[in-house]
């Protein structure tokens, strides 16, 4: 068979495709690094959760963490997808370099200061969020639905903070 007639071989990134170790890492290297800040934090202080305000929130801290954990393995993925797919030579340094900015910023929740500077910070992660998924779908609508999720998490974590400041959880 002439390998020309192959076009598996000819399509963008088709070399990159075949490397689904290199995808795992994608996903497994922001999940665990992403667990870091968390751990740290309670470690550091135990009543962390009590210092920022959480425990004003009637949402299991459960469901936060498995949201997180759903919203970061999808940044990686995105963020495999974008590098797997895009042609040999291109430029893909935007998109990643805005995925990383909002990656780190979700980190900054364990050095807010109380429950309004958690919500400042969410906001400012609602914006990340949308900013992120814009950019990736210039170059990606494929890598870009994997970030969806965040987009849809941030007005809803931002509207529990919101609530929880102005005593709607409150007995």
Do not use: C
């Not at 004003?56 to 997180?68: D, H, K, N, S, T």
């Amino acid at each position: 068979m002439n390998a020309s007639a192959d076009t598996r071989t000819h399509e963008p990134g088709a070399a990159r495709s075949r490397f689904w170790p290199v995808g795992l890492l994608f996903v497994l290297v922001p999940v665990l690094i992403g667990q870091i800040p968390g751990a740290l934090a309670f470690a550091l202080n135990p009543e962390v959760a009590t210092d920022l305000g959480m425990t004003q929130i009637p949402v299991p801290a459960g469901v936060f963490i498995a949201v997180w954990l759903v919203i970061k393995a999808g940044m990686g993925i995105a963020a495999w997808q974008l590098w797997r797919r895009a042609p040999r030579g291109s430029d893909v340094t935007v998109p990643l370099t805005v995925l990383i900015a909002g990656y780190l910023q979700t980190a900054l929740f364990w050095l807010a200061d109380g429950l309004r500077s958690v919500a400042v910070t969410d906001a400012t992660g609602l914006l990340l969020a949308a900013a992120t998924v814009v950019v990736f779908f210039r170059y990606s609508a494929s890598a870009a639905r994997w970030l969806l999720p965040w987009l849809f998490w941030m007005p809803i974590t931002l509207a529990i903070k919101i609530a929880a400041i102005a005593g709607l959880f409150s007995a």
